[in-house]
T-cell receptor, first 114, second 113 residues
Framework: DGGITQSPKYLFRKEGQNVTLSCEQN?????MYWYRQDPGQGLRLIYY???????QKGDIAEGYSVSREKKESFPLTVTSAQKNPTAFYLC?????????????FGQGTRLTVV | QKEVEQNSGPLSVPEGAIASLNCTYS??????FFWYRQYSGKSPELIMF????GDKEDGRFTAQLNKASQYVSLLIRDSQPSDSATYLC?????????????FGKGTRLSVIA
């Protein structure tokens, strides 16, 4: 089945630790995105990538890093510089077509600082 | 800063009624508009998209777009308890499939049986 897979579903991070969230898609989509969602809030854009080996900062990129070495993969690292990382992280992808612009989401990773 | 505004709710409607969800956006150049449904603890799933002014119907759902007023709405007819969720409005400023959507904060809908 085609889709977007995020792992793990739940992740616990200790203070000062870096953690990496995985996002893989087999939809052959060109663009991939990372959003953060806090309780009662909408989705805020962290980073996005339109092509392999290129990515752009979103509205809240500080304390996060990404890579796009393969079309299928767009991992997100939450660094120790991110002071309030507890949130629901959503990865999405979309195809580069002018008649089909919606984004499809993975099931999300819930990150908690312990 | 491109903004998408929604009433946070909760919007409560009785089962079988019409639920009306509204959204306004700040970027007059926005080209495509989406409604996502998000159940608690789950990821958003696409319900409807609309690109042109007017109405677009899909089953019990109707999306309405008025670009002059920078307003998009979602009507849910014959509301069911299973429709209880948060509805996210999203806007793309480019008519292209590889640019990020800007999301509103969502409206929480509660359908009372």
């Amino acid at each position: 089945d085609g889709g977007i897979t995020q792992s793990p579903k739940y992740l616990f991070r200790k203070e000062g630790q870096n953690v990496t969230l995985s996002c893989e898609q087999n939809l052959n989509h060109d663009a991939m995105y990372w959003y953060r969602q806090d309780p009662g809030q909408g989705l805020r854009l962290i980073y996005y990538s339109q092509i392999v080996n290129d990515f752009q900062k979103g509205d809240i990129a500080e304390g996060y890093s990404v890579s796009r070495e393969k079309k299928e993969s767009f991992p997100l690292t939450v660094t120790s510089a991110q002071k309030n990382p507890t949130a629901f992280y959503l990865c999405a992808s979309s195809i580069s077509r002018t008649d089909n612009t919606e984004a499809f989401f993975g099931q999300g990773t819930r990150l908690t600082v312990v | 800063q491109k903004e998408v505004e929604q009433n946070s709710g909760p919007l409560s409607v009785p089962e079988g009624a019409i639920a009306s969800l509204n959204c306004t956006y700040s970027d007059r150049g926005s080209q495509s508009f989406f409604w996502y449904r998000q159940y608690s603890g789950k990821s958003p799933e696409l319900i409807m998209f609309i690109y042109s002014n007017g109405d677009k119907e899909d089953g019990r759902f109707t999306a309405q777009l008025n670009k002059a007023s920078q307003y998009v709405s979602l009507l849910i007819r014959d509301s069911q308890p299973s429709d209880s969720a948060t509805y996210l409005c999203a806007v793309n400023s480019y008519y292209s499939g590889n640019t990020p959507l800007v999301f509103g904060k969502g409206t929480r809908l509660s359908v009372i049986a």
